[in-house]
């Protein structure tokens, strides 16, 4: 298991051995969920502590942005205007895919549900990615849209 894979890493690769292995694994889970995944293209993958994308909590409805268009860079950026004393809000899973997609991939890496305005919508804010659409028949009925009667529920 991965956590016992990080203990082992640092206990026999690094020679670290004061430190008992629940204090190395929750300094470990502490770490992965307050680093955010950086891609590098023709590199490897990696982990990075970005001062502001770092701290900023989860919304699907998101008010800032990961911006990487300059070389080296991570640029958090607002998307909309951001009040003195607004809490900065970053999508930890992008904004292109289901609900059932997104909070499952939440729970998942940051071990938490998302319950957002969006996820909590039938028709996700008007999004509708998770809406399913009745397409007319040959008999000319349906056409509708089919969303869920409980957004929040993942069966």
């Known amino acids: 298991d991965t956590e016992e894979q990080v203990v ?15 204090l190395l694994r929750r300094v470990e889970g502490i770490l992965d969920v307050n680093t955010v ?10 982990r990075s ?3 502001l994308t770092s701290l900023a909590s989860h919304t699907c409805t998101s008010n800032s942005l990961k911006d990487k268009t300059t070389p080296g860079w ?10 003195k004393g ?7 899973t992008g904004g292109l895919k289901g609900r059932l997609v997104r909070r499952k991939a939440l729970k998942d890496g940051w071990y938490f549900w ?6 909590n919508s039938p028709g996700e804010l ?3 990615m998770s809406t399913l659409r009745c397409w007319e028949g040959d008999d000319g009925q349906c056409g509708g849209n089919i ?6 529920d993942q069966e």
Do not use: M, N
């Open 74 to 83: 991570v640029i958090t950026r607002a998307k909309v205007p951001i009040k």
């Open 126 to 128: 008007g999004s509708e």
């Open 8 to 22: 082992k890493r640092i206990r026999e690769d690094w020679g670290q051995e004061q430190l008992p292995a629940e």
């Open 49 to 51: 502590f970005l001062p």
């Open 86 to 92: 607004e809490e900065i809000t970053f999508h930890y």
């Open 114 to 119: 998302c319950d957002c305005d969006r996820c």
């Open 147 to 152: 969303r869920v009667v409980d957004p929040l």
């Open 37 to 46: 995944e950086h891609r590098v293209p023709g590199g490897p993958s990696g």
